[in-house]
């Protein structure tokens, strides 16, 4: 932790993790991304993409890092240094992309979000659901400091509010305005499929829309899907 401000490690060395890399050095926090493999493979392009901030491994991530943002392909979430990352917040920034991940049946099931499945996973671990529903281009240019009228608005979840505090300081810090949707369970609601999945909008109206979530029809067929599991 430099100056208070908490060393943020990334887990994924696309074009999410690089945005998300250039934000946070840019709010004044220590940065460390890695990718799939040796740091000496990222190097190049972090220097380019996200400079400022650190390539490591994975495992030097999750050691040295204070918070973790997940932005990796979410099938790929069981190559995620699980003891490493144990007692750590962690940031689930992934989302389920069957032209990456493949059809995965495990990870389309209505009955639970995807940030359920990587908690479950991350047993030791506290995950946030954060910066998955904003498209990498509105993050990159997107930040505002606090109060402008055009401020844009970033939706939460997650089980824990101490965590929910420190996630929504963070995005405070980088230039959004945070607005809680919920638990883990709530977070299927920034998944694909919804209205808020790839929108860029202000605080008052990222609530309204989590407020007729219920109401969409992606919204009725998990309330079904649920019911019927129940």
Do not use: C
Request: aromatic content about 4%; glycine content about 12%.
């Amino acid at each position: 932790m430099t100056d208070g401000r908490p060393t943020i490690g990334i887990l994924g060395a696309g074009k999410v993790g690089t945005v998300l890399g250039r934000l946070f050095v840019t709010a004044g926090h220590p940065v460390l991304i890695a990718g799939s493999g040796p740091a000496s493979r990222i190097a190049l392009t972090v220097e380019v993409l996200a400079p400022g901030t650190v390539a490591a491994t994975a495992e030097e991530v999750a050691r040295g890092a204070d918070v973790v943002i997940l932005a990796l392909p979410l099938g790929k979430y069981r190559s995620i240094p699980r003891d490493a990352l144990a007692g750590k917040l962690v940031i689930d920034a992934m989302n389920y992309w069957w032209e990456i991940d493949g059809v995965r049946d495990d990870l389309t099931d209505s009955r639970v979000s995807s940030s359920e499945i990587v908690q479950g996973y991350l047993d030791g671990s506290r995950v946030v659901k954060a910066f998955n529903h904003m498209g990498y281009h509105d993050l990159d240019e997107g930040p505002r400091p606090r109060g402008s009228e055009d401020r844009m608005a970033i939706a939460i979840a997650g089980d824990h509010l101490a965590d929910l505090v420190v996630v929504s300081g963070l995005l405070d810090s980088v230039g959004f305005d945070p607005v809680i949707a919920g638990s883990l369970r709530d977070s299927i609601s920034l998944e694909p499929g919804s209205e808020l999945f790839g929108a860029n909008l202000p605080a008052a109206r990222v609530r309204d829309a989590l407020e007729r979530f219920p109401e969409t029809e992606r919204g009725r067929e998990i309330t079904r899907e649920r019911a019927a599991a129940a």
